[in-house]
């Protein structure tokens, strides 16, 4: 700890709990969540009866479980029983990037386990100011998961163009409603690092009392919405989400400087951002081989630079989404998500003003023909691209 402010740090230990488990096979994750839980105290640990517990899975899209956008059903299916099983009400609630609720549960399989378990589907509709004591000041939240007595965050495993990870933390991003999600990714611009405090601030307004992360089938490549399944046979869960993610981000190899979530919430000296904070339990995290994930395109070759030449070479400096024309079929869903509004249809093409494009990626995260591919400037491409996208280092 040499060098860092001992009065910056929480120097708790934060437990986060691994358990191997082989597939999506009910048997197999009931045992294996019971397994996960036992050395963090059970779910009685986080939950009391008769409290109402909302369940905030990954409802990014619709798409089916196979494809590892989503948080698998058997994975909501076993953890609403658990909460039944102790005597609790279990709701479930998200607000997905695109499409409703419901279409998004349906798809998934999330709704025909929500309704077999006898469970609440909610809907983020109302919400409510909150002020923040960051440099944010104000967030509108989603009122069910402000007012629900305890909060189970359901994360996906997956790699992230605009984070490279999204896990605990990011997951909570889905307690914004509508419009918010794009109008904040416009106020964070281009910029990574105010994005994730923009999350960081997000998850201390309320923080999960548990987070269970599906890392059974993970996604690596273009996630989140259009990368490739990644079997990893594992559960992870833990009480702060922060110390998750950071045990997470080292399972699936990727070094910090590329996971800017971690990174910030180590500058803000948030517990649990230091891996001597951390204690890992259950599975020896020496027993697994697992190679490193492939990462998004994100890469760019702007560490370190001032903000004034980032500003005027950013074109240059960085990836950019483009269409496919093969696969495109000119939904508008892109169009639609665009959180600065830069992408028009012009007869058969996409069209990009990539002057204003802040580089989230949201297009090519909704997109649901996986028709958008990424570009790298022309610096990048001479000079940067595969060190700071690289696993190693």
């Given at each position: 700890?040499?060098?860092?402010?001992?009065?910056?740090?929480?120097?708790?230990?934060?437990?986060?709990?691994?358990?191997?488990?082989?597939?999506?096979?009910?048997?197999?994750?009931?045992?294996?969540?019971k397994?996960?839980?036992?050395?963090?105290?059970?779910?009685?640990?986080?939950?009391?009866?008769?409290?109402?517990?909302?369940?905030?899975?990954?409802?990014?899209?619709?798409?089916?479980?196979?494809a590892?956008?989503?948080?698998?059903?058997?994975?909501?299916?076993?953890?609403?029983?658990?909460v039944q099983?102790?005597?609790?009400?279990?709701?479930?609630?998200?607000?997905?990037?695109?499409?409703?609720?419901?279409?998004?549960?349906?798809?998934?399989?999330?709704?025909?386990?929500?309704?077999?378990?006898g469970?609440?589907?909610?809907?983020?509709?109302?919400?409510?100011?909150?002020?923040?004591?960051?440099?944010?000041?104000?967030?509108?939240?989603?009122?069910?998961?402000?007012?629900a007595?305890?909060?189970?965050?359901?994360p996906?495993?997956?790699?992230?163009?605009?984070?490279?990870?999204?896990?605990?933390?990011?997951?909570?991003?889905?307690?914004?409603?509508?419009?918010?999600?794009?109008?904040?990714?416009?106020?964070?611009?281009?910029?990574?690092?105010?994005?994730?405090?923009?999350?960081?601030?997000?998850?201390?307004?309320?923080?999960?009392d548990?987070?269970?992360?599906?890392?059974?089938?993970?996604?690596?490549?273009?996630?989140?919405?259009?990368?490739?399944?990644?079997?990893?046979?594992?559960?992870?869960?833990?009480?702060?989400?922060?110390?998750?993610?950071?045990?997470?981000?080292?399972?699936?190899?990727?070094?910090?400087?590329?996971?800017?979530?971690?990174?910030?919430?180590?500058?803000?000296?948030?517990?649990?951002s230091v891996?001597?904070?951390?204690?890992?339990?259950g599975?020896?995290?020496?027993?697994?081989?697992?190679?490193?994930?492939?990462?998004?395109?994100?890469?760019?070759?702007?560490?370190?630079?001032?903000?004034?030449?980032?500003?005027?070479?950013?074109?240059?400096?960085?990836?950019?989404?483009?269409q496919?024309?093969?696969?495109?079929?000119?939904?508008?869903?892109?169009?639609?998500?665009?959180?600065?509004?830069?992408?028009?249809?012009?007869g058969?093409?996409?069209?990009?003003?990539?002057?204003?494009?802040?580089?989230?990626?949201?297009?090519?995260?909704?997109?649901?023909?996986?028709?958008?591919?990424?570009?790298?400037?022309?610096?990048?491409?001479?000079?940067?691209?595969?060190?700071?996208?690289?696993?190693?280092?």
């Amino acid at each position: 700890m040499t060098g860092r402010n001992p009065d910056r740090y929480s120097f708790f230990m934060h437990k986060v709990s691994i358990e191997k488990v082989a597939s999506y096979d009910p048997e197999l994750v009931e045992i294996g969540l019971k397994n996960l839980l036992a050395p963090l105290g059970g779910i009685n640990a986080f939950i009391r009866p008769g409290e109402r517990v909302l369940l905030k899975p990954n409802m990014l899209s619709a798409k089916p479980p196979a494809a590892a956008v989503t948080t698998h059903p058997a994975i909501l299916k076993a953890v609403i029983r658990l909460v039944q099983g102790a005597g609790a009400v279990a709701l479930v609630g998200d607000s997905p990037g695109f499409g409703s609720l419901r279409a998004v549960a349906k798809r998934s399989g999330m709704l025909a386990a929500i309704e077999e378990c006898g469970a609440e589907l909610v809907e983020f509709s109302e919400v409510r100011e909150v002020i923040s004591g960051g440099i944010f000041k104000r967030f509108e939240v989603a009122a069910p998961y402000l007012d629900a007595d305890r909060v189970i965050n359901l994360p996906k495993l997956k790699t992230h163009e605009m984070m490279t990870l999204t896990c605990g933390v990011k997951n909570l991003f889905g307690i914004l409603v509508g419009a918010a999600k794009p109008a904040w990714h416009l106020q964070a611009g281009f910029d990574r690092e105010i994005f994730a405090r923009v999350l960081l601030e997000l998850y201390q307004i309320r923080p999960p009392d548990l987070t269970i992360v599906d890392a059974i089938t993970a996604m690596e490549g273009d996630g989140p919405g259009s990368g490739d399944p990644r079997q990893v046979g594992l559960l992870l869960a833990g009480a702060n989400p922060v110390a998750v993610d950071l045990v997470a981000g080292e399972i699936a190899g990727i070094p910090k400087k590329l996971l800017f979530v971690e990174r910030e919430a180590e500058k803000l000296g948030l517990p649990g951002s230091v891996r001597e904070q951390i204690e890992v339990v259950g599975a020896d995290p020496m027993d697994f081989h697992i190679s490193p994930f492939r990462l998004p395109p994100l890469s760019d070759v702007e560490f370190g630079l001032p903000r004034f030449i980032k500003n005027r070479l950013r074109k240059h400096l960085t990836t950019r989404p483009a269409q496919i024309p093969d696969r495109c079929l000119l939904c508008g869903v892109c169009v639609k998500g665009c959180p600065p509004g830069v992408i028009r249809i012009e007869g058969r093409n996409l069209k990009f003003d990539y002057d204003r494009c802040i580089r989230c990626f949201c297009c090519r995260e909704l997109c649901p023909e996986a028709a958008l591919d990424v570009r790298k400037g022309l610096l990048l491409r001479i000079f940067g691209g595969k060190e700071n996208n690289s696993p190693s280092g």
